[in-house]
């Protein structure tokens, strides 16, 4: 979607003349027609719920050894949330992917880390930062964080205008330069689907947590996914992190980032 000042302007006056300042999102709960929330706390009614005062995700490096085991995590968030498949690097939408040492820990360099560890492939995915630039750099609220730390979007309100990949540092953001809907392979009613000119990214499954179960990936991990409130002392996340070697991308920013990787185990020692 191409749009010029004048139009980007009036797009915004519009959104604030209407009174939309508010936290308005899609929401889709397993097996009901996808309709409108007109709060974030509409995802945390329902009695099954899983809450927390600050979510975060442990990556156990250790975990992932195999393509396959990539391809499995991949997959389940694909399957569910209606990525496209596009068919080439600049119109991909990515979610959760692959990447290597350098690019995903670029700009710190550690002396203490093997190279068994830095040859290694990482699971990437949205931080969903304490202190999240995309959410400052959004005119329209499309992009929000939620009392639980989790970095939402209300696609709806979403207007294309990409401030938001320029503000994120962790290239977590992916643009819909075309209609994403012929390239998805098997539609999944439960969740909405995107169109042209809009930015999406991983939301940590926030309608999955809303019937009370984990997100896709952490089941398909096979452990190497771990995730939990850091608030919360007996969590299993904030054990980890506090008695173990974990590294987070990029932290000189100061985002933030809620994601961590765990150091030691397995091949990674």
């Known amino acids: 979607m191409s749009i010029n000042r004048r139009q980007f302007l009036r797009r915004v006056g519009l959104v604030s003349a209407l009174g939309l300042g508010g936290s308005f999102v899609i929401t889709s709960l397993r097996g009901k027609k996808v309709e409108a929330a007109s709060s974030v706390a509409e995802y945390e009614t329902s009695k099954d719920a899983l809450v927390a ?19 499995k995590v991949v997959d389940s968030c694909v399957s569910i949330h209606n990525i496209p498949d596009i068919g080439n690097l600049k119109d991909e939408i990515k979610w959760i992917w692959e990447d290597d040492y350098e690019h995903t820990f670029s700009g710190g360099e550690n002396e203490y880390l093997t190279e068994s560890f830095k040859k290694l492939p990482f699971a990437v995915i949205c931080n969903h930062c304490e202190n999240p630039p995309c959410v ?3 005119p329209t609220g499309a992009t929000f964080k939620r009392p639980d730390g989790i970095v939402d979007m209300d696609y709806h309100r979403c207007i294309g205008c990409r401030f938001c990949m320029g503000a994120c540092p962790y290239g977590a953001r992916s643009f819909n330069w075309r209609d994403p809907r012929p390239f998805i392979k ?3 009613p439960d969740f909405p ?13 926030v309608e999955r947590l809303a019937d009370g179960v984990m997100p896709a990936c952490v089941e398909a991990s096979n452990g190497g996914l771990i995730f939990g409130d850091l608030d ?29 990787y765990l150091i030691g185990g397995g091949n990674n020692a």
Not at 53 to 71: I, L, Q, R, Y
Not at 233 to 241: A, C, D, F, G
């Open 186 to 188: 098997k539609i999944d």
């Open 232 to 260: 919360d002392p007996n969590s299993e996340v904030r054990k980890i992190i506090s008695t173990k070697y974990t590294i987070r991308r990029k932290v000189e920013l100061g985002t933030q980032p809620s994601v961590y």
């Open 193 to 205: 689907t995107r169109t042209q000119g809009v930015v999406e990214k991983c939301t940590f499954c």
């Open 53 to 71: 005062k600050h979510w975060a995700m442990v990556v156990d490096m250790s975990k992932f050894k195999t393509e396959e085991d990539f391809k």
């Open 136 to 138: 400052k750099a959004c």
